[in-house]
C-alpha cells in the first residue's frame, strides 16, 4: 500500500528588495559606505597627492611629523626655529594630531623604508577618518528619518565625493577629525543613553583639544544636553554621562598636548587654561546638577545649569577678556590689510565670485534645508520638535550663518545638512510613494550633488578668476622646489603661502608663513617685499635673506600686484631683477629663485 507524500509546506512569499534593504543596520552600512568612498577618493586623488604635499597646512603638519619622529622635536615642543628665524615660531596645533600620524607612520616603517612609509602616511591618515563620519551621520539620518532615512543619507554620501575634499589623500590637516567628532558629539545627544552622553562629551572635549573652530557647534550640543535634562529630568544620565565624558577628556588631552610650563597660560586659539577650565566647569557642573538635582523641582535644575553655565563663561572670558573678539582676538591687527583679510577661506562664501566652485560646498546646504522644509511641510511638525530634530536644525542654521560670513564652515554646512536632507527625502518617499524605498532612493538620486551641481554648472557660465589653474598648482609641486632644495640652507624671502612648502621640502628657513602667531615674520616680509629700488637691498641685508623665491603664476594675487608696481615683488615678476640679486634657478621654472649677492660674485 503507497501513500502519497504529504504536501509541501507553502513557501513564504519573497520579501520586497527594499524591505531586504531596510533590515540592514547603520554599523554595516557605514563599513560599506565607507569602503566605497575610500576607493573612489584613492582613484581620484591619488595622483596629486604623490604629486604635491597639499595645501599650506597639509606640508607644515608634515614638517611638525619629521621633527616629532627624528628627535628634533619633544613631545610638547612644538617651536619651530626655521620660522622667522632667529625667533621662531610656537604653532598653535594640537599634539594628538601629530603623535597619532607619527604612530602610524612608525608603524608603517616597520615594513616600508622612511620615504615611502611617509607616502603611506599621507595616503591613509586622512582616509582612516572616513569611516568616523559617515557612521555618526547615517546614525543621526536614522534617528531623525528612520530606516528610509538611513538608506538615503547613503545613497547622498556615495554621490556627494566633494562633501570629502578634508579626507582625501594627502590631506594631513585637522579639519577631517574636527569634523568626525563634532558629527559624533551631535550624533550622541540625538540617540541618547548614558553611554551615548558619555562618548558625546568626550568627543566634545576631543574636538576643542584639536581645534576650536568647532566651539559653536559643540556649545549647541552641550545646550542641548543640557536644556533636555531641564526640561526632562528622566534624562539625568544623558546629561551626567555627557558632562563626565567632557570633564575627563578635556581635562587628559589638555594634560597630554600642553607643556607644563604653559598650563596657567591662556589664549584664545587653542585649548589653554581658560578653555580648559570653562569645559570642566561645565562638565563637572552638568554632571552634578543631572545627578543632585534630577529629583529637584524645575527652580533647582534651572538654577543649578545657569549657574554652571555663567561660572564656565565667566572663567574663559575671564581669564583672556581678549578672547571676545573670538579665536584671533588677540592678532596683530596690522596683519589685517596685509595677510588675514585675504584669505578665502576667512571670506564671505558669495565674496569670491566663484558661483562654480561655490555650487557643490552649497548643494548639499540646499539639499537639507529642502529636506527640512519637505518634513514640516508633510505633516511631520511633532516630529521635528523633537531635541534631536531641533538640536540638528540648530547647528545647520548656525553653520549656513557662519558660511555666509566665512568659507571654512562651509563644509560643517554640509555635513550638517546631509541627515536632515535624507529625513526630508524619507517623508517624502512615505507620503508620496507609500514608503517605497527604491522610489524614494531614485529621487534621491535625481537631486543629489552629482546632478544638481552639473545643472548648475550648465545655467551658469564659468567665470575666470584671473589664474592658470595648472601653473597655480605647479607651484606647489615638489619638483618645483628642486632647484632651491639643492642650494646651501639658508633663509627665504617668499610669499607667505610659500613659507610651509620651503620648509617641507627644503633644508631652507622661510621668513614668513601663513600663521597668525607670527606676526613679525609675515609683516617684515611683507616690507622687504614691497620696497622700492634703493630699499629693497638693506631691508632685505637686514633681515639675513639669503634667497629670493617667486611663482610667476601668483603675479596676479593680492600678495604680489597689491604691493605696488614699483615693490621687489612686482619687478621680479616682470623679470626685472636687481643688481644685488643673482638669479639660480633655471629658465622656465615653475618657482624662479634668486640668490643674494655676495661679495665675491662678479657684479
Known sequence: MTTDPAPAAPRPPARPWGDRLAGIGVLPLALGVSALVVLALLLTGRTLALRSLGDTDDAMRLVLVRDL??????WFDLHVPRLQPPLGLD???SRLVDGGQAALQSLFQLVLPPARAETALRLAWPLL?????????????????????????????????????QWRPGRLDHHSVQAALTLAALAGFAIGGRFAGL????????????????????????????????????????ARGYGLGLLVAATLAYGLQTPPGHWAAAACDVLAVNLWAGLALAGAGLALTAALAARAGPAVRWGGLVLTGLAAAGAYVGLDPACLGGPLGAVDPRLGPVWLDHISEMRPLLAHHRLLENATLMSSVILGLLGLLAALGLGLGPATR???????????????????????????????????????????G????????TLTLAAAVFLSPSLLVPALAALAPARSTGRDAAALDACDDIAAFTELAALPPGLVLAETDMGPHILANTPHAALSAPYHRMGWGILAAHDA???????????????????????????????????????????????????????ASRPGAAIVVYRVRGPHDRP
Open 69 to 74: 619622529l627624528a628627535g628634533r622635536s619633544g
Open 91 to 93: 604653532m598653535h596645533w
Open 129 to 165: 577618518w572616513v569611516l568616523p563620519v559617515v557612521w555618526p551621520t547615517l546614525a543621526l539620518a536614522r534617528r531623525l528619518g528612520g530606516r528610509p532615512a538611513l538608506w538615503v543619507a547613503a545613497v547622498l554620501l556615495l554621490l556627494n565625493l566633494p562633501l570629502f575634499v
Open 199 to 238: 562618548l558625546a562629551g568626550a568627543a566634545c572635549g576631543l574636538a576643542l583639544a584639536v581645534g576650536i573652530e568647532s566651539l559653536p557647534f559643540q556649545a549647541v550640543v552641550g545646550g542641548a544636553f543640557a536644556l533636555r535634562f531641564a526640561l526632562d529630568p528622566s534624562t539625568a544620565r544623558d
Open 386 to 428: 523633537t531635541p534631536a530634530w531641533l538640536a540638528a536644525t540648530a547647528c545647520l542654521v548656525l553653520a549656513v550663518v557662519g558660511m555666509v560670513q566665512a568659507e571654512r564652515m562651509a563644509g560643517y554646512a554640509g555635513w550638517f545638512a546631509l541627515p536632515l536632507a535624507a529625513a526630508g527625502f524619507a517623508a517624502l
Open 430 to 437: 512615505e507620503r508620496l510613494w507609500r514608503g517605497r524605498l
Open 529 to 583: 617685499l614691497a620696497a622700492p629700488p634703493g630699499e629693497d637691498a638693506a631691508r632685505s641685508r637686514r633681515l639675513g635673506i639669503g634667497y629670493v623665491a617667486t611663482c610667476l603664476a601668483h603675479a596676479r594675487r593680492f600678495d604680489h600686484a597689491g604691493l605696488g608696481a614699483d615693490s621687489l615683488q612686482a619687478r621680479l615678476d616682470r623679470g626685472e631683477v636687481p643688481a644685488w640679486l643673482v638669479r
